[in-house]
């Protein structure tokens, strides 16, 4: 490899600091240009992503549902304390950025089957429904939406014009949505790859084709991989070991 291949590598990660520890690795040599090591939350910042507005200050949207969530706690004084209102505020602030992140409407609420005679349902929905309006198009997104888009935006552009540079994810699990849809459009580059982290060669295959209840099989240490592999349309025995050395102890394994 030439050096200034080593200089167009452009490597994603969860952490800084396994962003930090694969610098350390090349800093301790030989001496050479260092890929492009980069969070895969930065992309929420991409400023080549020019198709929409830059993401609010998660300070100001919870600040903003604090406004609805007081004026729900007015009408209904005996959902929650007065006290509460920054603590419900926080809560449904991190709800919404988890499913702008996973690409959940809203309106997966009324879609859920629970049976409520007390009521209690019914109170919960008024006080999920503030999110409501912060789906519409217009709103300023907060940094999981703008991060899915961008995302979403440069799989588009990656399947017109490929790079021609390697591009690698390392050490996701895909337990995200925004990022398990950015691991699928690397899988599909001519230079891309995907390194997951613990992934169990050993497991039998009859384990892995259980792992289809989402709800019975959420709790397995494999079951993330088991999605990313649903989602991709992969089997277990499409992922091969990136490194050829034997394990410590392959019985046990």
Known sequence: MTPVAWARIEIYVNTTRMQRRIREVFDAGPARLLPRVRLITDLANDPLFEAGPPAISALRRRLELSKFVAALLTHDPDLAPRAALYDLSDSLAKLMEEMHGEGVDPAAFSELDITDESGHWDRAL????????????????????????????????????????????????????????????????????????????????????????????????????????????????????????????????
């Not at 950015?182 to 009859?206: H, N, R």
């Not at 999605?227 to 394990?247: E, G, H, V, Y």
């Open 126 to 253: 008024q006080f999920l429904n503030i999110v409501t309006p912060f789906f519409h198009d217009n709103e300023a997104p907060d940094k999981e939406l703008r991060l899915r888009r961008v995302i979403m935006a440069r799989a588009l552009d990656w399947a017109q014009t490929p790079p021609s540079h390697p591009i690698i994810i390392a050490g996701s699990t895909g337990s995200r949505g925004a990022t398990s849809l950015l691991m699928e459009a690397v899988t599909k580059l001519p230079q891309g790859a995907v390194i997951l982290p613990g992934f169990d060669f050993d497991l039998p295959s009859d384990v892995w084709e259980s792992m289809n209840d989402d709800l019975v099989s959420e709790d397995h240490p494999q079951y993330r991989f088991r999605k990313l592999m649903n989602q991709m349309a992969l089997q277990s025995t499409d992922i091969a070991p990136w490194d050829s050395a034997p394990p410590a102890h392959p019985s046990r394994n």
